[in-house]
């Protein structure tokens, strides 16, 4: 494809229910980045993947947030026990080399 | 502390009435300061990148440069499908560091 792809693009989920992200980077980039944005605020980076390093962890809130790059392609970001204040907007970029970051549309999640 | 802070949060212009976004930031270790616009509903779209203090980058009605503080993106003339939220970002180490945005309104 053309651009970076989100699915699905809205998730509506029970508090206490899992649910799972998925990101589909432009072929033949390297970098892939797991940001969260909440209403009205700025994107907060969760995860960092990058060729067949160990991932750069540092963003994730907490331990029931959790991810995995399968085959230096697509991404899944996974919540476990979600929480209300899970709900945002989760976005997906990735890149090559020094390049700058594409994005995708984004999953909207909201937690009842 | 890393800091990224844009001003003003929302700007309403009339069509035609030039303005500026403010980004100041506090990092050590700037690799890149970014510029993306989004829309209502998507990913934010790729703007410019301003690597070094003096630097400018233009693209049709939209001016970036950069100092050591701080960044302004310049909107020149500007037109209703001119409004979106502009969104900078600084680039440290592995990951980029956002603002909270402008939210652009310009009224026809």
């Keep these: 494809g053309a651009g970076v792809s989100q699915s699905p693009s809205n998730k509506v989920t029970e508090k ?11 072929s033949g980039h390297t ?38 790059r399968t085959g230096g392609s697509v991404s899944t970001l996974t919540i476990q026990r979600t929480q209300q204040e899970d709900s945002a907007v989760y976005l997906c970029a990735s890149k090559r080399g ?12 909201t937690v009842l | 502390e890393d800091q990224v802070t844009q001003s003003p949060e929302a700007l309403r212009l009339q069509e035609g009435e030039s303005s500026s976004l403010n980004c100041s930031y506090t990092v050590s270790g700037l690799r890149g300061l970014f510029w993306y616009r989004q829309d209502p509903g998507k990913g934010p779209e790729f703007l410019f990148t301003l690597y070094s203090a003096g630097e400018e980058k233009e693209k049709e ?13 310049h909107i020149t003339a500007p037109k209703p499908e001119d409004s979106a939220t502009y969104l900078c970002a600084v680039q440290v180490d592995n990951d980029m560091r956002f603002g909270a945005g402008t939210r652009l309104t310009v009224k026809p």
């Design chain 1, 16 to 26: 206490g229910k899992d649910v799972e992200l998925r990101c589909d980077p432009i």
């Design chain 1, 31 to 68: 970098a892939l980045y797991w940001y969260r944005q909440s209403l009205g605020q700025g994107l907060e980076f969760l995860i960092y993947f990058q060729g067949n390093s160990a991932p750069d962890k540092s963003g994730l809130p907490s331990d029931r947030f959790s991810a995995e």
């Design chain 1, 98 to 109: 020094s390049d700058t970051q594409y994005f995708g549309p984004g999953t909207r999640l």
């Design chain 2, 61 to 73: 009605r939209l001016k970036a440069t950069l100092t050591k503080k701080e960044s302004f993106l």
